[in-house]
């Protein structure tokens, strides 16, 4: 009788980074408080690397570097040589920035030849979390490519606002309001990025009407997010869309309804209701929001 094979021993799952502790639970701890010289060796756990080995990733959230900044930088870096080391998977035959793509653009602005890196074995959903957790630690981002970040982490790596809240160590409702300014045209969504306008100005404009017109009024006026909320509850609406308009004839309190709604649930909420009823609508937009909706609706812990 022949004996028995033994089952043949299943790898374990590589374990998820801490979410929602910080960088350094993402990375291990590879913060150095001294600045790393130029010609100096580095401490345990760090590599030297040319920087044209390095290679930035085309999906990492932040899109827009200050040039004035950039420079500042580089100046720093020329002088006293990087503080933090870049951290870098490995990507075909070089290496991809997982966090610090700015470091690495001032050093090649400071002709250094070669920078302090930490190499480690991140997958790409793992890669978007760090270059996230990194760029809001370091307040790098700015509001859309916050959100821009986060509607990527729901449509490709199936995160729910949930998760993605306890990732950037945040509250859900600063996910749902963050992603809602994806709803605005694109050319609002710019004057964020410039900075023309603050991300209160462009959440009293969401679900307004002749949002472009507004944004550059705004702009021209110099007007306040307050003086904001009311120009938008006082626009007229566009055509074709449905006036809430209460017994009371005060639609800003339906438009205040359907704010408060958005913000608990993370999702598009319309009000409408007259003489006979009416009607609340929710909007999703993938199925994990789908399931969370019919979760509350049910009763079952989510």
């Known amino acids: 009788m022949t004996e028995p094979t033994a089952p043949t021993p299943v790898a374990p799952r590589k374990p998820r980074p801490g979410l929602g502790r910080g960088l350094n639970a993402l990375m291990g701890d590879i913060a150095r408080e001294e600045p790393i010289a130029p ?6 756990g760090l590599r030297m690397l040319p ?3 390095l290679t930035p990733h085309p999906n990492q959230p932040r899109r827009r570097f200050d040039e004035a900044a950039l420079e500042e930088l580089a100046n720093s870096i020329g002088s006293r040589g990087l503080i933090q080391p ?5 990507h075909g035959k070089g290496f991809q920035i997982v966090a610090g793509e700015r470091r690495w653009r ?20 793992e890669t978007l979390e760090v270059a996230l957790v990194e760029n809001i630690q370091r307040q790098d981002l700015n509001a859309i490519e916050e959100a821009e970040a986060y509607a990527r982490l729901i449509s490709d790596f199936g995160h729910t606002q949930d998760a993605l809240a306890r990732i950037v160590n945040k509250s859900r409702s600063h996910v749902a309001n963050l992603m809602r300014l994806l709803d605005l045209p694109a050319s609002v969504q710019s004057r ?9 100005h462009a959440r009293a404009l969401i679900g307004a009407a002749n949002v472009e017109a507004l944004a550059g009024e705004i702009v021209s006026k110099g ?5 904001t909320e009311r120009l938008a509850r006082t626009a007229k609406p566009a055509t074709g869309r449905t006036v809430h308009k209460g017994a009371d004839g005060q639609d800003h309190d339906v438009a205040a309804l359907e704010s408060q709604l958005a913000d608990l649930l993370g999702l598009g909420v319309r009000v409408t209701f007259g003489a006979k009823g009416g009607s609340v609508t929710l909007t999703y937009s993938t199925l994990d929001q789908l399931d969370m909706i019919c979760q509350r609706l049910s009763g079952e812990p989510l």
Request: hydrophobic content about 45%.
């Open 39 to 44: 010609g100096s060796t580095p401490g345990p």
């Open 223 to 227: 007007l306040s997010v307050r003086e």
């Open 51 to 53: 920087v044209g080995s």
């Open 192 to 200: 964020v990025v410039e900075g023309a306008i603050t991300m209160g």
């Open 106 to 125: 001032a050093a090649q602005r400071a002709r250094l030849h070669e920078v302090p890196v930490i190499i480690r074995d991140f997958d790409d959903a």
């Open 86 to 90: 870049i951290v870098v998977r490995p």
